[in-house]
């Protein structure tokens, strides 16, 4: 611990007992989050522009939150999800499923602990279905570069981000990666509409090559942070439903980041008109009062697995967490936070236009209230994402930056609370022109 010139402390490895995420970073205490905005104990602000991992949907700080989250504890803190279910989990599975398209209607939610946990469930609910439905050779889960799903080995072994698989690769189950619809660097060097998504032909390639032994294709709407938040062609998702209803495979939509109204619909994959056979949510779920996540399930999957469906966590199915996602449904329900992430799509777009002449900007897009900014890191200014980072940081502005793929420059992804203020919208505009300079 050092004190920092405003007398606050400051922490950093080796002096303090804690495991940091980042091991070269000098950390300040935060002392409060209201809003979009987040005070550190020496009164520093930030305007919190990614959500910290893109996860905040109904603002910090929401007193309602707390409060149901309170009531919850002081009523019934923990019971076994294999005992007892609690009126905030019936509750909150009906307003989710309410949430969704009618072909949602009859769907399950399996609450977790959160959203690698939902993906790993989800993992194992193909599997399961593949048994049930008498095709035991179907194990393979064909996904995504990049792509992202999570840190726990089986969803990394679905991830399309090198950096994390390379020193776990050993660990991690040999799973089919196709293309993404990353049209700003399309992986195959095409170009929209000319390419009439071939990457979507890749899809159907990866699920023939697998030779029978794929159970599900797992996609990201909405492509994640791996990818800058980019929104690909309608054209893509429509096709891989197409490729895997022919192919009788499931599809799990991972929604993670993009679902609970980040993009302007409930779910990205409305854009599309598609409905998943899964759909995997967290982060604005629970707009991170508590980790969490679910998995929505279509009743045909229920039914085929059920009852013989071994899985669950400790924390599956957790009071507290199913009052905090109750309570963080209702508000995206009652303050329209859906639409209003809609109508702000076009004033967080003008926000963003001026990166448009910046030489270290290679390109920017926007859907709903997610945006990505690719970087030129050998470009006139040009840094890293990590640099940039740093920049905005010192301007009061976090943003969440990632690494490119081997070879590409890196990403910057925006993805403020879905309640943010349209004066703090333009303030993002403004503070990030700055940490360019
Ligand atoms: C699309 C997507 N899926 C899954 C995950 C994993 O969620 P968690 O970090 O809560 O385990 C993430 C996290 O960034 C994500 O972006």
């Given at each position: 611990m050092t004190a920092s010139p405003e007398e606050a402390p400051t922490f950093r490895y080796p002096d303090s007992s804690v495991f940091y995420r980042d091991l070269e970073r000098t950390y300040q205490i935060a002392k409060r989050a209201a809003g979009a905005w987040i005070e550190a104990d020496d009164g520093r602000r930030w305007l919190?522009?990614?959500?910290?991992?893109?996860t905040i949907s109904v603002g910090h700080g929401r007193p309602e939150v707390v409060r149901a989250a309170a009531g919850q504890l002081e009523n019934v803190a923990y019971v076994h999800g294999a005992q007892f279910t609690t009126a905030a989990m019936e509750e909150a599975a009906t307003l989710l499923v309410g949430s969704l398209?009618?072909?949602?209607?009859?769907a399950k939610v399996y609450l977790t602990p959160g959203g690698a946990e939902a993906v790993e469930t989800a993992i194992k609910l193909a599997r399961a279905h593949a048994l049930a439905t008498g095709h035991p050779e179907r194990h393979r889960i064909v996904s995504q570069w990049p792509g992202y799903h999570g840190n726990t080995l089986g969803a990394l072994a679905v991830s399309g981000r090198d950096s994390l698989r390379a020193p776990y690769l050993p660990l991690l189950a040999e799973m089919p990666l196709v293309a993404a619809p990353w049209c700003p660097r399309c992986p195959l060097g095409l170009r929209y509409p000319e390419c009439e998504v071939a990457c979507a032909s890749e899809v159907d390639r990866a699920v023939e090559r697998a030779d029978g032994t794929a159970a599900a294709v797992l996609v990201e709407p909405v492509l994640g942070a791996s990818a800058g938040g980019f929104a690909p062609p309608d054209d893509y998702l429509r096709s891989v439903r197409r490729a895997t209803a022919e192919a009788g495979v499931l599809l799990i939509a991972?929604?993670?980041?993009?679902?609970?109204?980040?993009?302007?619909?409930?779910?990205?994959?409305e854009y599309a008109g598609v409905d998943a056979d899964i759909v995997v949510l967290g982060k604005g779920l629970t707009s991170g009062f508590l980790p969490g996540g679910a998995v929505v399930v279509r009743p045909e999957v229920v039914d085929a697995v059920a009852p013989d469906f071994r899985h669950g966590f400790t924390f599956s199915h957790h009071p507290v967490v199913a009052a905090v996602v109750r309570e963080v449904l209702r508000v995206i329900r009652d303050e329209r936070l859906v639409a209003r992430a809609a109508s702000l799509e076009a004033e967080f777009r003008t926000a963003l236009?001026?990166?448009?002449?910046?030489?270290?900007?290679e390109g920017w897009w926007v859907r709903g209230l997610l945006a990505g900014i690719a970087l030129h890191p050998e470009g006139a200014g040009g840094r890293s994402a990590r640099q940039f980072a740093a920049s905005a940081w010192e301007r009061g502005l976090l943003v969440y930056p990632v690494g490119g793929p081997e070879g590409q420059g890196d990403l910057v992804v925006l993805a403020p609370p879905l309640t943010i203020h349209r004066d703090d919208l333009a303030e993002i505009g403004r503070r990030l022109l700055s940490a360019f300079a």
């Open positions: 919190d522009a990614c959500g910290g991992a893109l398209s009618p072909a949602y209607r009859d991972d929604e993670v980041l993009t679902g609970c109204g980040r993009t302007g619909r409930f779910l990205a994959s236009e001026p990166l448009g002449g910046n030489p270290a900007v």
